[in-house]
């Protein structure tokens, strides 16, 4: 059978020895292409297995979000080759799988996907599953073997595929209707791929894709995502049931409307014989029929039968189009994150650690698992809805503060996914440094003698704070610095944005930080006095005739009452520093929502559990007592 | 001495005042312990156009241990107090800097220890804060500085049961002006004027000319910044034993500032003027435009800095430099940017300033 | 006939509202998918009229090359419709054209191009072209214009075109052939292209694009580039008439074999009926017939004809193949500038400004024509081929120093394409950093006190040195860092090979330049003697009694001798530094020289001229004695 | 008085003799002027057993205009000459700094000026040239720097045509010793014996107590590092005057350092030991061993720096100082790594110091 594909062999680009040189004009097939120029995709050199990993996640993910199925994946890296370098990739879902006669094209064949429509989704080029079936079939004997359950079907499908490099045509080695005994993927649909790849993995790779695999979960909560390699399995766990409303397509906007697009939507209307405003207004969104009116005539043409405009008579529309004001996109092709979610993913990473039982290293003192919680004692959220270079973009930003977190960090997402590398470029980075701190009602000066203590790797007050700042960005079109997309540029307005959005939080949270530090402060404070008292009291018992224990007994009691009284009236304390405790502002995504059905109405969520954990000193009871009274009073 | 003795006393019962005030409001337990304070510094000095000087204003600081930062603070200045009485009731005396070893001392605990003073700065600002607190000036309770001010000329001076006569040979050097400057006495003076210049290179300069001998003079200098001590002395020269009093320091901002420490106080001491300034002394040099009228080589001038502008761009403002030849000379430094020091005359010889420039200045004022 | 072409509208992705997630696959024409990802060719937002300027000028250089003509290039960009954006961008070359059967497809269909051959080109991906039709059809009515008289035909023809977008295919409007008085083409072949884009040029991006050609011209001292704009005209004007030998299209190296080569190999041969043996050594380099029986036996499969092997059975021969040790590839598909082209490069540069007759600002004082040129005092040339990633690459270096030149300044080249951005983190920053100094036979010290007087922005050494180090990185793969191709990472042993180029020149003229620094030192001490002199004469007279001018005019006469000592016993100053003078050695690169002509065999190039134009104090005739005597002791 | 204008025009004769080599050598045009110098520092210093002290070594210096780097150095060790030979001519005495003003000049033309010193460091290093040159210690030339070092107690000086009695009461300020060293006769000591100590803030503490009554004594320090003038007056008290000298300096190896400098000398200074060094002296503490004997609270103790054990692990090394004393003592100090200063006794009280710690060492070594 092996042998029989030899007939579907040859290509069009054939080797030549030219003694002169003469340009021959070859036509390449789309998968030849991409496979020669795999950088495009970035699947280069180290970087094959972390991306081939990346692309099955993000594609497993969209498939789940796609009906709300509540994702759970997972992936699997294991060397089966040391000698040739192979390792087994495998990926299982439970989202919608594909439609059994799709899946060959699907999984093989370049410029033939799901993505290519106009809303949010992660992957936009819709050319990693064929990647790897490329570079597989380029690279190994190993057929790429495909489970598919389709939401669409009954019957679970096996396929055996391998990708015609030069023609970009699938070829299926098998495929059966598995039997239900035999059926590999266990819910209502989903689908599994396994493939061989060759390729290495150095420990900074490897690294690579558990920061990637560990920030895709904070930042989709709702999904289990594990992930196993020849040294165990690591989970990332579900913290939340509720999921973000699914992107949905849209029109397109007529402030982005080109030649192309004007005559696509001719093209889809041409049976219908409608005039040109009626394909104006049915084509593109925030466009009725009075502005598309008032855009012929600013166009200057006649009327006439829509496909019977020329190219130059469509130009004067679009260059209208592009001069005139428009009613902000709707941003349902969207999905972000939401407050919800966003606060449960800020708030809880929960890791577990299953290590093989016949591992290598039979260290036996590391236990089989372990898990790993993070609670910050509050967390806010932040968002924006936008246009940037025409498109509609939404910025989310969330923060965490106190609990177990100890040190600052800056996390960034792009249509979900995580970016990992080049922060010192990124938009976000600017944008925090451009906020103030005092938006906070703190002011650097507090911040650096409260928390100097700490070890810190800069200067800058906000390193300093005990704070996780998110921004997830959402757009069809995200301004990427470079095109290996590890980092936001700052085009357009964005960046006003986000300043807007972390400013908000800011003042939110104020209040609480406040009330924070304003704890710590008292706590400091009592610290001190204690430090101190033993020299007053000696300084004056040495001087004038007074007891010694009994002056330190009333100077104690004196300064409790003191602390008390200074944290229940903050403002004595904190007179210098400006009072931005304006009152709760919302600052709602436009249309979003609508379906979400968050019942909080607070922005700002204290977790008085992890309060608890963090006082562990003699003066606890004190200061939960205060705290209490200074809860009631506010 | 027996006076002495009684003031020192009577030192010693104001500080216990003070404790007993701290105790009484600690042992009621109705109060944070607190006391008010003359603030010293720019902000509240005032120039007295009756007085000629500057003088502190009515603002007061509040030292209570009621917030955190003042925590320390009111500690340091307890614990100071208590120092002062101490070294009073031994009879010794100190310097500034023997009473920050005397109340060295850390704070907290075993994970987090830290230095009761930061710096000898603040034990300084405690001693400051003592004086303040009792009205008793740092002499009077045995605190002294490092003796830095020279004296040079015909004049007699009783330290203790010492007489100690400043009226050496060229070859001899400067007496050092004693810093407990209450036991001086000035026992004779035969000098016609006073001379005060910024630094002891300079004085040693004039002095070896021959200038003491040949003008009758007292040479005095505070090298650098003058501590009280200097600044009484020629107080005392001035108004009690009516000798005209000149002032020579170099042409840039902070020498002109030194020089007028003699003649209107400082901000930082305004609150000890009335003991400390001298109205009827004469800034005569070396001024801005002497630079030029004396035709100091370019290489022997400096380029002002930044910091220096600044400096004199703050002293044109005060109002009591709004006289117009401090003006003019101001606006002559900013123009050119260039300061000059008083040695840079030696650059036309050895003897050119103290046989050329000075007496030239001297004759234009009239004191010669 | 515009209205005509609607019929050819349509397209196979349909926009859908559905009321429930259903995936649709869909197919996409390249031609769409590339529009959609512009970025992935880098055409994106600002950088537009960037990289069509890019592309054009490479197209050309590379259809210069091919037939060794001397390139004439003539580039232009005008704005022509501010309201709407829109720029006319024309690219005129003396190249050997595209034969007309070939030129709608070669400008408008993607994936169809003349460079998918194994051999060096400027432009890999082909798309430069088709990018600006595309994107010409999408935002304009404009078609593209074309004149392409090839060195095939004999005859120019004239094209107007656009793209269908939706196929992928071109769209004639119109072909003709000119009548020789119309003809625009003037000489034996060539190619002119101009076509309307919409699009924002910020000054960045404009000195972007100077830049570029510039840079681009010195490393194509060959080429004459001239670049219109509304502010005038610059020519970067050609220098040599000497041409590097184009690169030759090889055979794939076995190191580098996959799956797909060898499959493609087998069915290049499916008609000769040859063995599989025959097959490997007629379609890989450096494969003996011997070499190929081995690779058999290894693999451990049966003899059979070639077409019969199983994938299972192929895929051990390139295991086995993956695994030997070949020899190193040949070069001939690479085409390194060499030695004395690099040379031209690095010593002139000669721009020419012509101002526009009518230009808006009516400065008079400007001057219509100014010519720049640069001549260092000396230079050296080093290279060396390796093996990078299984690709041969050639890395050659070139150094220049002193002179008119007064900086340090990094130039980089990939495949005769200059690098402009992100040098700091690119692999001969690094190189640069960690080669020693003293290899030039100077210290850090002395750099340091012979150049701090120059404004330096760097604590570096290297960076006071008037010096220029130029590397260039040939390869059918350049490993760049990023897909933005602006920086090259240090993959493999290519850190190796350049630090060894580098180490290499700076043994060569470490002589020269040790010379060099002996001259300005001498100066420096002449003219710190003159300074001196005179403190000293004044001193001595003060005290004792002796005639002021005698003194100094002996003491002058004393120290011009003693300086012009010192001068020709370099040592005796010089003894603290190591003396790395090793006989000179020559790097040739393999292969490489054979049919370049070099008559040159020392590598270190002396101008005397500019030597002479560099003194112009007094002592300039006793330096140049010395200078002269000095050499004859060498 | 005219012994001391012999030796001036014995100097300037000097200073005329090299500026007339210098000129043969140009004249002539045979050779580049140049001249050696004793070279001074650590790598040339040796210790001798014979003399007790560390005395300068056999290296030289060639000062000379033959390569870039020393053609400053040769034209400013010229320069300095001619300014000494000024200053002796115009009969003037000048400190350090006022030889650096009286040179002050910049090189180079319009494009490119620098300035002749680029700090006083290379103006100092220039007289300390002369010296060398000319085989005529400083003092001799008139040129001193300024005065830092104390005396008091029962001794009488004489300073050109002055007496100066030091014998002043406990309130009066110490007397200066005069940097003209030349100038200073000691006319007569009443002391027993002579203590030195490394701050003047230690011996004012002390001097109060009445310890230099009580015990007859003189109290000496050279506020930190001794100038020479110091430096010989303690040589020549123990010498001529045959007086016990004994040394209190800081627990911590700058101090030790410091103590050293009297009892065996200086690398920097090592070609003068035979003018400057006191064999005999006693370096009696503060010792690391104190730190613990005398039960310094901890507050009062200070943690070593790197800088400071560094310093002492050099000391360790050195072949004076191989006496099992000072290895005992240097080796407790590397192992606790803490130091003390001397004013940290006052923790125990301002007279600890002077009545308990003081006595009993003194007793300890047989001086009381």
């Given amino acids: 059978m092996a042998s029989s594909r030899m007939v579907?062999?040859?290509?069009?680009?054939?080797?030549?020895?030219?003694?002169?040189?003469?340009?021959?004009?070859?036509?390449?097939?789309?998968?030849?292409?991409?496979?020669?120029?795999?950088?495009?995709?970035?699947?280069?050199?180290?970087?094959?297995?972390?991306?081939?990993?990346?692309?099955?996640?993000?594609?497993?993910?969209?498939?789940?979000?796609?009906?709300?199925?509540?994702?759970?994946?997972?992936?699997?890296?294991?060397?089966?080759?040391p000698l040739n370098d192979l390792w087994a990739i495998s990926c299982e879902d439970n989202g919608i799988g594909i439609r059994s006669d799709k899946v060959s094209v699907a999984v093989c064949s370049f410029l033939t996907s799901g993505k290519y429509v106009e809303q949010q989704q992660r992957g936009l080029f819709g050319v990693g599953l064929k990647?790897?079936?490329?570079?597989?079939?380029?690279?190994?004997?190993?057929?790429?073997?495909?489970?598919?359950?389709?939401?669409?079907?009954?019957?679970?499908?096996?396929?055996e595929l391998r990708t015609d490099i030069g023609t970009n045509k699938p070829i299926v080695l098998t495929r059966r209707d598995t039997k239900p005994k035999e059926s590999t993927i266990r819910g209502k649909s989903g689908f599994r791929i396994e493939a061989v790849l060759r390729g290495r993995l150095s420990p900074i790779t490897k690294n690579r894709i558990h920061d990637y695999i560990s920030q895709t979960s904070i930042v989709n909560p709702?999904?289990?995502?594990?992930?196993?390699?020849?040294?165990?399995?690591?989970?990332?766990?579900?913290?939340?049931?509720?999921?973000?409303?699914?992107?949905?397509?849209?029109?397109?906007?007529?402030?982005?409307?080109?030649l192309k697009t004007l005559k696509k939507a001719i093209g889809t209307h041409a049976l219908q014989k409608t005039t040109i405003q009626g394909i104006?207004?049915?084509?593109?969104?925030?466009?009725?029929?009075?502005?598309?009116?008032?855009?012929?005539?600013?166009?200057?043409?006649?009327?006439?039968?829509?496909?019977?405009?020329?190219?130059?008579?469509?130009?004067?529309?679009?260059?209208?189009?592009?001069?005139?004001?428009?009613?902000?996109?709707?941003?349902?092709?969207?999905?972000?994150?939401?407050?919800?979610?966003?606060?449960?993913?800020?708030?809880?990473?929960?890791?577990?650690?299953?290590?093989?039982?016949?591992?290598i290293s039979d260290d036996e003192s590391q236990p089989k698992i372990s898990t790993r919680e993070m609670k910050p004692t509050l967390t806010g959220y932040s968002s924006r809805a936008c246009i940037i270079n025409n498109r509609p973009t939404i910025v989310e930003c969330g923060l965490a503060y106190g609990g177990n977190?100890?040190?600052?960090?800056?996390?960034?997402?792009?249509?979900?996914?995580?970016?990992?590398?080049?922060?010192?470029?990124?938009?976000?980075?600017?944008?925090?440094?451009?906020?103030?701190?005092?938006?906070?009602?703190v002011s650097k000066k507090q911040v650096k003698e409260q928390f100097s203590g700490l070890e810190s790797r800069s200067d800058r007050?906000?390193?300093?704070?005990?704070?996780?700042?998110?921004?997830?960005?959402?757009?069809?079109?995200?301004?990427?610095?470079?095109?290996?997309?590890?980092?936001?540029?700052?085009?357009?307005?964005?960046?006003?944005?986000?300043?807007?959005?972390?400013?908000?939080?800011?003042?939110?949270?104020?209040?609480?930080?406040?009330?924070?530090?304003?704890?710590?402060?008292?706590?400091?404070?009592?610290?001190?006095?204690?430090?101190?008292?033993?020299?007053?009291?000696?300084?004056?018992?040495?001087?004038?005739?007074?007891?010694?224990?009994?002056?330190?007994?009333?100077?104690?009691?004196?300064?409790?009452?003191?602390?008390?009284?200074?944290?229940?009236?903050?403002?004595?304390?904190?007179?210098?520093?400006?009072?931005?405790?304006?009152?709760?502002?919302?600052?709602?995504?436009?249309?979003q929502q609508k379906g979400s059905g968050s019942k909080e109405t607070s922005v700002v969520t204290r977790s008085k559990k992890s309060l608890k954990m963090k006082r562990l000193d003699s003066t606890q009871e004190k200061i939960e007592n205060f705290l209490t009274s200074s809860e009631e009073l506010s | 001495m027996s006076g002495m003795d009684k003031?020192?006393?009577?030192?010693?019962?104001?500080?216990?005042?003070?404790?007993?005030?701290?105790?009484?409001?600690?042992?009621?337990?109705?109060?944070?312990?607190?006391?008010?304070?003359?603030?010293?510094?720019?902000?509240?000095?005032?120039?007295?156009?009756?007085?000629?000087?500057?003088?502190?204003?009515?603002?007061?600081?509040?030292?209570?241990?009621?917030t955190t930062k003042k925590i320390p603070t009111f500690s340091q200045y307890v614990v100071m107090s208590n120092a002062v009485r101490k070294l009073l009731d031994e009879q010794m005396e100190s310097t500034i800097r023997g009473m920050y070893y005397a109340t060295l001392s850390t704070v907290g605990d075993e994970r987090n220890r830290q230095k009761f003073w930061t710096s000898q700065d603040a034990s300084d600002d405690a001693i400051k804060?003592?004086?303040?607190?009792?009205?008793?000036?740092?002499?009077?309770?045995?605190?002294?500085?490092?003796?830095?001010?020279?004296?040079?000329?015909?004049?007699?001076?009783?330290?203790?049961?010492?007489?100690?006569?400043?009226?050496?040979?060229?070859?001899?050097?400067?007496?050092?002006?004693?810093?407990?400057?209450?036991?001086?006495?000035?026992?004779?003076?035969?000098a016609d004027f006073v001379m005060v210049v910024e630094k002891d290179t300079v004085l040693n300069n004039i002095r070896k000319s021959g200038f003491i001998q040949k003008y009758n003079a007292i040479l005095m200098t505070g090298s650098g910044e003058p501590d009280r001590a200097t600044r009484m002395m020629v107080k005392t020269l001035n108004e009690v034993w009516k000798k005209p009093v000149v002032v020579f320091a170099d042409a840039d901002p902070w020498g002109l500032g030194i020089a007028l420490r003699y003649k209107i106080g400082s901000e930082s001491l305004s609150y000890d003027s009335d003991r400390l300034v001298t109205p009827d002394a004469k800034v005569l040099g070396m001024m801005f435009s002497d630079i030029y009228e004396y035709n100091i080589p370019e290489v022997a001038r400096l380029t002002a800095s930044d910091e220096d502008l600044n400096r004199a761009n703050d002293m044109k403002k005060k109002q009591w430099l709004k006289d117009k030849k401090w003006q003019k000379e101001l606006n002559l430094f900013l123009k050119n940017k260039e300061k000059c020091e008083l040695d840079a005359f030696f650059k036309h010889g050895f003897r050119y300033l103290a046989e050329t420039y000075l007496p030239q200045k001297l004759r234009e004022s009239g004191i010669l």
């Fill in chain 1, 8 to 81: 579907q062999l040859g290509s069009s680009s054939v080797i030549q020895t030219k003694s002169k040189a003469k340009i021959s004009f070859s036509r390449k097939a789309e998968s030849e292409f991409f496979v020669d120029n795999s950088a495009l995709a970035g699947f280069t050199g180290e970087r094959i297995l972390y991306m081939a990993i990346r692309e099955l996640i993000e594609n497993s993910l969209d498939s789940c979000e796609a009906e709300r199925i509540l994702p759970k994946i997972a992936v699997s890296l294991k060397l089966i080759d």
């Fill in chain 1, 131 to 159: 990647m790897i079936a490329a570079f597989s079939t380029k690279d190994t004997d190993h057929p790429l073997r495909v489970w598919s359950k389709s939401a669409e079907e009954t019957s679970e499908y096996y396929f």
């Fill in chain 1, 222 to 258: 709702y999904a289990v995502i594990s992930f196993s390699t020849d040294d165990g399995m690591i989970t990332f766990d579900r913290r939340t049931n509720i999921m973000p409303e699914p992107a949905k397509e849209v029109l397109p906007h007529p402030a982005d409307m080109d």
């Fill in chain 1, 280 to 359: 104006l207004c049915n084509s593109f969104q925030k466009l009725s029929f009075d502005k598309a009116k008032e855009i012929i005539r600013n166009a200057g043409i006649e009327a006439k039968q829509a496909d019977k405009y020329s190219e130059h008579e469509l130009i004067k529309i679009v260059n209208v189009c592009r001069q005139t004001k428009f009613q902000s996109p709707n941003v349902d092709h969207l999905s972000p994150i939401g407050e919800r979610i966003f606060t449960v993913g800020m708030t809880t990473e929960r890791t577990i650690f299953t290590k093989k039982e016949n591992a």
């Fill in chain 1, 405 to 441: 977190l100890s040190y600052f960090k800056l996390y960034r997402f792009a249509n979900k996914i995580p970016l990992l590398y080049d922060e010192g470029s990124d938009v976000a980075r600017e944008v925090i440094s451009e906020v103030e701190l005092n938006k906070m009602g």
């Fill in chain 1, 461 to 591: 007050a906000i390193d300093l704070l005990p704070i996780h700042i998110f921004f997830h960005i959402c757009s069809t079109k995200i301004p990427y610095k470079t095109a290996g997309k590890e980092s936001i540029a700052s085009e357009g307005e964005l960046k006003k944005y986000m300043k807007a959005c972390l400013s908000d939080l800011y003042r939110k949270v104020s209040k609480q930080i406040r009330h924070e530090m304003h704890l710590k402060d008292a706590e400091n404070r009592l610290k001190l006095y204690k430090y101190y008292i033993p020299l007053i009291v000696d300084a004056i018992s040495e001087s004038i005739d007074v007891s010694a224990e009994d002056l330190t007994n009333s100077f104690l009691a004196l300064v409790e009452r003191h602390v008390k009284k200074g944290v229940s009236h903050p403002r004595s304390v904190m007179t210098n520093v400006e009072n931005h405790a304006v009152p709760v502002e919302r600052h709602d995504v436009r249309g």
């Fill in chain 2, 7 to 66: 003031r020192h006393k009577e030192t010693i019962k104001k500080i216990r005042l003070i404790m007993k005030a701290i105790c009484n409001d600690v042992l009621s337990g109705k109060k944070m312990p607190s006391f008010d304070i003359t603030k010293i510094g720019y902000d509240n000095t005032v120039w007295s156009e009756e007085k000629r000087m500057l003088t502190v204003g009515t603002k007061t600081v509040h030292i209570s241990p009621d």
């Fill in chain 2, 129 to 190: 804060a003592v004086e303040l607190l009792t009205g008793v000036p740092r002499e009077e309770f045995s605190v002294t500085s490092k003796p830095k001010g020279m004296i040079s000329g015909p004049i007699l001076l009783r330290v203790g049961g010492d007489l100690i006569d400043c009226n050496l040979g060229s070859r001899a050097t400067s007496q050092l002006i004693p810093t407990n400057i209450m036991d001086v006495e000035i026992v004779d003076v035969k």
